[in-house]
């Protein structure tokens, strides 16, 4: 059975550009969830969804990152402008009935701005 | 404000001998702790857990501690093998408190096995 699949795996972009990371989640996962890992902070969740819908959103940097999450089978991750501080590895999980269960993480999408 | 705390960016064990990874957390309300573990260019993969009603859960050669009165967990692995080497985070969630149910990572503590 497929994974938590995540496009693009690498991504490098000039500063300013808009950037758009997918993320496919398990078929029947309920829950979905985007991680940024960072050196100095390690994995920080930046926003997860239940059954399509966003439920907290408050690990969201700044108003120039956006998610969305249109079907059970698709959600992206959007950052406008990008900044050279947005250089991370971004995963997407997702997990059935909750984080307390199981979570399965994609292989990440790194980006960097230069 | 960092709820989750890895204190050690790294650590080298010698193959055969224990590895202890070490977790301290703030927030009380957390009573599910686990442990991932990640592989370079991969993500991270669930490795063992443990409930606040328990104070050891084993599973294999490694051993999950959580010591709740300090608000600290650790990881053992013993005996340790070259492919443990990894890094390994520490997460913890409240699973009673409605509307938190985020799984909070430490910032992830790298484990080198030494042949």
């Known amino acids: 059975d497929a994974g938590v699949i995540q496009s693009p795996r690498h991504e490098v972009t000039e500063m300013g550009q808009e950037v758009t990371l997918r993320c496919k989640p398990i078929?029947?996962?309920?829950?979905l969830f985007w991680y940024r890992q960072t050196m100095m902070r390690g994995l920080e969740l930046l926003i997860y969804f239940n059954n399509n819908v966003p439920i907290d959103d408050s690990g969201m940097p700044e108003d120039r990152f956006s998610a969305k999450m249109p079907n059970a089978s698709f959600s992206t991750l959007k950052i406008q402008p990008s900044e050279p501080r947005d250089s991370a590895v971004y995963f997407c999980?997702?997990?059935?009935?909750?984080?307390?269960?199981?979570?399965?993480f994609g292989e990440g999408s790194w980006l960097t701005v230069v | 404000d960092q709820q989750v705390k890895q204190n050690s960016p790294s650590l080298s064990v010698q193959e055969g001998r224990i590895s202890i990874l070490n977790c301290d957390y703030t927030?009380?309300?957390?009573?599910?702790f686990l442990w991932y573990k990640k592989y370079p260019a991969e993500g991270p993969t669930f490795l063992i857990s443990i409930s606040s009603i328990k104070d050891k859960n084993e599973d294999g050669r490694f051993t999950v501690f959580l010591n709740k009165s300090a608000k600290h967990l650790s990881l053992h692995i013993v005996p340790s093998q070259p492919g443990d080497s990894a890094v390994y985070f520490c997460a913890a969630l409240s699973r009673v408190v409605q509307g938190a149910q985020k799984l909070v990572f430490g910032q992830g503590t790298r484990l080198t096995i030494n042949p």
């Open positions: 927030n009380s309300m957390f009573d599910y």
């Open positions: 999980a997702s997990s059935f009935r909750g984080p307390g269960n199981t979570i399965y």
């Open positions: 078929s029947g996962h309920d829950y």
